[in-house]
């Protein structure tokens, strides 16, 4: 029996109404209501989280109206200690009060040497040996965009093979890679070409409508065949790029075998391997970086997010035989923040002496199991998948036509009620995946077993709410 399974089989597995439950209303703010004004249309979380936040701390956050919430959100997984923890604070004062520069381009400081040594630290050892790293603007879009050039530059190929479900950002490079269309519809051609997608290991939905270790094998046969075949119509291509867990697509691990499989294929190829790691880096899975979980060791490391502390910070990192690109090939004023690297580093000396990935995984599989019993009573939670903490739910309509594999079809219009009602209990979630019927869950890694106990009963009670009358 896990150490999960027997901290939760005390809890009811059926979820009660709780008469004294306190229900937040939202109703539209001064703040919310310039922000609606003078914001742009393109906004996306104010629209399904309509908060207005003043206070942070921790795993909790408190609006302009003192109302306290669990953030399951967390920046989207940057805040991987959660809002204001002590070693970030202690190490963006310290920055300040020895008056370091704050900005310094791409010259070299004590405090990014001591980054570098601890990120290459964290590192496989035998991508540590050959590492090379470019510090990029401060998103991870733009790190994407540098990747891109590295690759095409070293192997002198401009095809990149990407997945469906994919997203890798939101500039016209790296969203050319996206396999959502929504956002690609209103532009036409993107600036960049070359794209081919391929179809993802998504087991419960398996592309090929197999499922399992045979949709494995065929996603790979097909992979193997598209390089290899002179009739195939796909020039040889610079880069595979690829999520180990994909989590806009809705938070679906590849299959390790798979992993494996795909490195294996790409290496005989010739074919440089970039792997995402902007969500999935730094614990959140379980393991520091996710594509350990395979053992693989891939040619480029895209890295942002929980990288900087909390502040804006995007690296690429990668072996040395790709390392041909000219002075000046990439470049951003602010890649040369030095607070960030401060912060980082604060960071991933936490997560390493404090065994972090080991808790998440274990608070992973704590929060696990608290679904998988809600599944036992709730048919609409058709998919519980994820790796460590970065968790989803794929919802579905019980009632409605099974697909190949035989199962119910995505329940997209459930998804936001049930995390309208999340959010009126406390708790912030953010969903995802085909239709919208994924809800997510990415907690701050420091997350307790307790408060997991608690995530788990306030989806449970927004489930009774949301699925009532259906």
Do not use: W, Y
């Given at each position: 029996m896990s150490v999960a399974t027997s901290l939760i089989e005390d809890q009811p597995a059926r979820v009660a109404p709780t008469p004294a439950e306190t229900l937040y209303q939202f109703n539209e703010s001064p703040l919310l209501a310039r922000q609606n004004q003078q914001e742009s249309n393109a906004r996306s979380y104010p629209r399904r989280i309509p908060l207005a936040l003043k206070r942070a701390k921790g795993i909790y956050v408190e609006d302009v109206e003192g109302r306290r919430f669990i953030d399951c959100l967390a920046g989207a997984g940057t805040l991987a200690l959660g809002h204001n923890h002590a070693v970030v604070i202690e190490a963006i004062q310290q920055v300040l009060s020895d008056e370091l520069p704050l900005?310094?381009?791409?010259?070299?400081?004590?405090?990014?040497?001591?980054?570098?040594?601890?990120?290459?630290?964290l590192l496989p050892p035998a991508l540590a040996a050959e590492a090379k790293i470019q510090f990029c603007g401060p998103t991870g879009t733009d790190a994407v965009e540098a990747a891109l050039k590295l690759v095409r530059t070293a192997t002198g190929r401009s095809t990149v093979l990407s997945f469906q479900g994919g997203y890798h950002g939101m500039s016209q490079g790296a969203l050319s890679l996206m396999g959502s269309l929504g956002p690609k519809k209103p532009l036409g051609a993107l600036l960049s070409s070359g794209v081919q997608f391929m179809p993802y290991p998504y087991d419960y939905r398996c592309p090929f409508g197999l499922g399992g270790a045979q949709g494995v094998q065929v996603n790979l046969n097909y992979l193997e065949n598209l390089l290899n075949d002179p009739e195939a119509g796909v020039q040889l291509p610079a880069a595979v790029i690829v999520e180990v867990v994909q989590g806009e697509g809705g938070v679906i691990p590849a299959d390790l075998d798979w992993l494996r499989g795909l490195r294996c294929i790409t290496e005989q190829a010739g074919v440089a391997l970039i792997v995402d790691e902007i969500q999935s880096g730094f614990a959140r899975t379980g393991k520091m970086f996710a594509f350990e979980h395979a053992g693989i060791i891939p040619d480029v490391v895209v890295l942002s997010k929980a990288i900087g502390g909390s502040l804006p910070l995007a690296v690429v990192v990668y072996r040395d035989w790709l390392d041909t690109w000219l002075p000046g090939a990439h470049a951003g004023t602010f890649r040369g923040n030095q607070m960030a690297m401060a912060a980082g580093s604060a960071v991933m000396r936490y997560l390493k002496d404090n065994?972090?990935?080991?808790?998440?995984?274990?608070?992973?599989?704590?929060?696990?199991?608290?679904?998988?019993?809600?599944?036992?009573?709730?048919?609409?939670?058709?998919?519980?998948?994820?790796?460590?903490?970065?968790?989803?739910?794929?919802?579905?309509?019980?009632?409605?036509?099974?697909?190949?594999?035989?199962?119910?079809?995505?329940?997209?219009?459930?998804?936001?009620?049930?995390?309208?009602?999340?959010?009126?209990?406390?708790?912030i979630l953010e969903l995802g995946g085909r239709h919208g019927a994924v809800v997510r869950f990415l907690p701050p890694l420091v997350i307790t077993a307790a408060e997991i106990d608690?995530?788990?009963?306030?989806?449970?009670?927004a489930l009774v709410a949301a699925t009532a009358g259906l």
């Open positions: 900005h310094t381009l791409d010259l070299t400081t004590p405090v990014k040497d001591q980054f570098v040594q601890d990120l290459f630290g065994n972090v990935c080991e808790h998440a995984a274990a608070m992973g599989e704590r929060l696990s199991e608290h679904l998988r019993i809600l599944q036992r009573d709730f048919p609409q939670l058709g998919d519980i998948r994820g790796r460590g903490l970065m968790l989803g739910v794929e919802l579905v309509d019980p009632t409605g036509a099974p697909d190949v594999q035989g199962h119910p079809p995505a329940f997209g219009r459930l998804a936001p009620l049930v995390q309208r009602e999340c959010l009126k209990r406390g708790l608690r995530v788990a009963e306030i989806f449970g009670r």
